[in-house]
Nanobody
Framework: QVQLVESGGGLVQAGGSLRLSCAASGRTFSSYAMGWFRQAPGKEREFVTAINKSGEVTYYADSVKGRFTISRDNAKNTVYLQMNSLKPEDTAVYYC??????????????WGQGTQVTVSS
C-alpha cells in the first residue's frame, strides 16, 4: 500500500505561482511512477503531468506545457508540481497518483485526497 498526501493548494491571482507537494509513505516510493491529475467542477478528472520512477522522463498535457513542472525527490518520498503563469482555467482539485506505469488515463494504483487550487481573474 502507498499513502499519498497532497499539500500546497490555495487561492492565487492569475499569473501567479503555486507549488504542490505530494508526500508518499508505505512501499518504496522510487518503485512508482508519479502523476498529477486535476478535476474541475462538473468535469472529468484529467491528466496534467507525470514523471517516471527515476525522474528522468516527464510528460505534460498540452494545456500546461511550458507553465508547469513536475519533479520528484526519491530521498524525501515526495513529488512536486510547480505551477507558474496560472490561469483561471487551472482552477480544480489537484490529485497526486502513483502507479507501476505512466498513463494519461485514470487507472493509476494509488490516489491522494486532493488539494484545491483556485485561480482568480
Amino acid at each position: 500500500q502507498v499513502q499519498l498526501v497532497e499539500s500546497g493548494g490555495g487561492l492565487v491571482q492569475a499569473g501567479g505561482s503555486l507549488r504542490l507537494s505530494c508526500a508518499a509513505s508505505g512501499r518504496t516510493f522510487s518503485s512508482y511512477a508519479m502523476g498529477w491529475f486535476r478535476q474541475a467542477p462538473g468535469k472529468e478528472r484529467e491528466f496534467v503531468t507525470a514523471i517516471n520512477k527515476s525522474g528522468e522522463v516527464t510528460y505534460y498535457a498540452d494545456s500546461v506545457k511550458g507553465r508547469f513542472t513536475i519533479s520528484r525527490d526519491n530521498a524525501k518520498n515526495t513529488v512536486y508540481l510547480q505551477m507558474n503563469s496560472l490561469k483561471p482555467e487551472d482552477t480544480a482539485v489537484y490529485y497526486c497518483a502513483a502507479g507501476e506505469r505512466i498513463t494519461t488515463m485514470t487507472d493509476w494504483d494509488y490516489w491522494g485526497q486532493g488539494t484545491q487550487v483556485t485561480v482568480s481573474s
